[in-house]
């Protein structure tokens, strides 16, 4: 089992950078595929990235790739988001999540394990 907690969220304007945090318990984390996914105020949770376990893969949303880019230090037992030229629709909460598995891509029902979330404010 994993314990996850997110860091680095704050409040930004539009085409600045951001660089969030998730911080792992247990000594197994090398062993677990990590994703990314957001919340927006009255919309469902969405994927955004995700890396597969010793970080040779990722996979971004449309709507992020170019601008956001997913990271993984299994030795310090983090995975990153860096988020650059954010926009307003940019704005929610950010979960890390993790699955004892290879890679689990986009689909969240695949992530047993969640953080509480990170607010990211995007000001126009």
């Known amino acids: 089992q994993v314990q996850l907690v997110e860091s680095g969220g704050g409040l930004v304007q539009a085409g600045g950078s951001l660089r969030l945090s998730c911080a792992a318990s247990g000594r197994t984390f090398g062993n677990y595929a990590m994703g990314w996914f957001r919340q927006a105020p009255g919309k469902e949770r969405e994927f955004v990235a995700a890396?597969?376990?010793?970080?040779?893969?990722?996979y971004y949303a449309d709507s992020v790739k170019g601008r956001f880019t997913i990271s993984r230090d299994n030795a310090k037992n983090t995975v990153s988001l860096q988020m650059a030229s954010l926009k307003p629709e940019d704005t929610a909460v950010y979960y890390c999540?993790?699955?004892?598995?290879?890679?689990?891509?986009?689909?969240?029902?695949?992530?047993?394990?969640w953080g509480q979330g990170t607010q990211v404010t995007v000001s126009s």
């Open positions: 999540a993790a699955a004892a598995t290879f890679y689990s891509g986009s689909d969240q029902n695949a992530y047993p394990y």
């Open positions: 890396i597969s376990w010793k970080g040779a893969r990722t």
